[in-house]
């Protein structure tokens, strides 16, 4: 082994730059993590067309699909705002 090694300071050199590039690894782990999203959330559009489906099968009342329409509607118009379109 050589003698640098068996030096106290140097010894500490080494674990010091060990947990530094470990942390380093963490940091960049837990970044690309989160920069990741945890889940698609359908958009409006997406939603209005399953609900739309759901009550041409009968399985929503018209009650149902309009509650629903008018309460994605809010949502849709800012999705479209957000998306440069006009509506």
Do not use: C
Request: charged fraction near 30%; glycine fraction near 6%.
């Amino acid at each position: 082994m050589p003698e640098i090694l068996q030096d106290p300071v140097a010894e500490w050199v080494l674990w010091g730059a060990g947990l530094a590039m470990a942390v380093a690894i963490a940091i960049y782990v837990i970044g690309r993590i989160r920069a990741e999203p945890a889940q698609h959330e359908p958009t409006a559009s997406e939603l209005i067309s399953k609900f739309r489906e759901l009550h041409s099968r009968g399985e929503l009342s018209d009650a149902e699909f309009r509650t629903i329409k008018t309460t994605l509607a809010a949502r849709l118009d800012e999705e479209l705002k957000d998306n440069g379109e006009k509506g």
